[in-house]
C-alpha cells in the first residue's frame, strides 16, 4: 500500500458555494463485519440497531467524549473500527445524516469497480477527473464521473455489494435547496456505512482489487493542503491519513451546517477507521473543531493500554 504522511492542517473558510470537501480510509475488510456496537450517549438513549450485529460492554474510545458532545450544537454521529482488536464503535447508531463530499468516495468506487467488471481500465479522463474530484474535491468532477457510471442507481448498486445497507445515493438533479451545489450532496449515510466503505479500499475484499483499492487510497492520502482536516485532528506527521471530507451549508447557512470526515489511520501502533458525520453547526469551522477533537481523543485513547 502506497504510505503517505499527514500534511499540516489549513483550515480555508469558504463561501456559502464553495466546494464539497475530503475524508480518509482504512482497516481490515470483512463482507459482514463482525463488530461490537458502542451504544451508550450523553444526549439520548441509544439501543441496537441494525448499523451493528452485537453489542459489548468494553470500554469504549467514545467513552470520555459524551460530556464534550453534549456541550455541541448539532447532532453528531460517529463510527470506528480498530483493525487489531477488530471491534467496532458507534456514536448514536443508526442516524442518516448527509455526505456533503464524502459521497465523492461512493462515486470512486462505483468507477472502479464498473471498470473492473468490464475488464478495460480507466481512460486518461476518467483518471483526470478521478484524481481532481478526490486531491482536490472538484464538484464539476464529480458531476461527470457520476454521469458515466450511470447515476445514484448505478451507486446504489457498489454500495449495496460493498455492504452499505443504511445508505440512499442522491443523483446530481435536483441542486441543494436554495442553492446551485449538486444534489448528489445530499445522499444519506450512516457513520457506520461510512466506515465500512473505507474498509473496502484498505483491506482486501471481493469489492475492489488490490489495484483499485491502492489507486483510491493514494488520491485519499494525497489530498490538497488546505482539506487535510477533520480525521487528521491530534494525528502527528509521519503516520499514514487516508481521508475526505465534505461541507455543506443546509437550510440556514449561519445556523445549520453539515461536516463530515472519514478516514483511515495507520501508524504509531494504531490501525484504525474513523467517520464522523456532523450536522447543525453554527458553520464550517465549528463543525470542523467538532471533529478535530473527536479525532483527537480517539487518536489518544486508541494508543492506551485498555485498546491495545
Not at 453554527?282 to 486508541?302: C, Q, R
Request: aromatic share 6%; with cysteine; net charge neutral.
Amino acid at each position: 500500500m502506497r504510505g503517505c504522511t499527514r500534511k499540516p492542517r489549513q483550515v480555508a473558510v469558504l463561501g456559502v458555494l464553495g466546494l464539497l470537501a475530503a475524508g480518509c480510509a482504512g482497516v481490515p475488510a470483512t463482507p459482514s463485519p463482525t463488530a461490537t456496537q458502542f451504544t451508550k450517549s450523553s444526549a439520548a438513549p441509544t439501543h441496537p440497531t441494525p448499523d451493528a450485529t452485537t453489542t459489548q460492554p468494553a470500554p469504549s474510545p467514545f467513552d470520555s467524549l459524551a460530556g464534550y458532545l453534549a456541550g455541541r450544537p448539532g447532532l453528531v454521529t460517529a463510527a470506528l473500527y480498530d483493525a487489531q482488536t477488530k471491534t467496532t464503535w458507534v456514536f448514536h447508531p443508526g442516524v442518516l445524516e448527509d455526505t456533503a463530499s464524502i459521497v465523492k468516495v461512493q462515486i470512486m468506487g462505483t468507477l472502479l469497480q464498473k471498470a473492473q467488471n468490464n475488464n478495460r481500465p480507466l481512460s486518461p479522463a476518467q483518471q483526470q477527473l478521478l484524481t481532481t474530484m478526490i486531491q482536490n474535491s472538484n464538484n464539476n468532477s464529480a458531476t461527470a464521473l457520476l454521469a458515466q457510471v450511470g447515476g445514484a442507481s448505478a451507486v446504489l448498486r457498489f454500495d449495496q455489494s460493498a455492504g452499505l445497507s443504511h445508505t440512499i445515493p442522491h443523483d446530481t438533479l435536483p441542486f441543494v435547496p436554495g442553492t446551485t451545489l449538486p444534489g448528489w450532496g445530499l445522499t444519506k449515510t450512516t457513520a457506520y456505512d461510512q466506515v465500512t466503505l473505507v474498509k473496502r479500499f484498505a483491506f482486501p475484499n471481493s469489492t475492489l482489487t488490490s489495484a483499485d483499492r491502492h489507486l483510491g487510497l493514494g488520491l485519499m492520502e494525497s489530498v490538497e493542503a488546505d482539506q487535510a482536516w477533520g480525521v487528521t485532528g491530534g494525528v502527528p506527521g509521519g503516520v499514514t491519513v487516508a481521508l475526505k471530507n465534505g461541507w455543506l451549508p443546509l437550510v440556514n447557512e449561519s445556523t445549520d451546517w453539515q461536516v463530515d470526515s472519514i478516514g483511515w489511520i495507520h501508524g504509531d501502533g494504531r490501525n484504525y477507521v474513523l467517520a464522523v458525520l456532523s450536522s447543525g453547526t453554527a458553520g464550517e469551522p465549528d463543525g470542523i473543531a467538532t471533529i478535530e477533537h473527536i479525532s483527537s481523543t480517539i487518536y489518544a485513547e486508541l494508543g492506551a493500554a485498555a485498546y491495545r
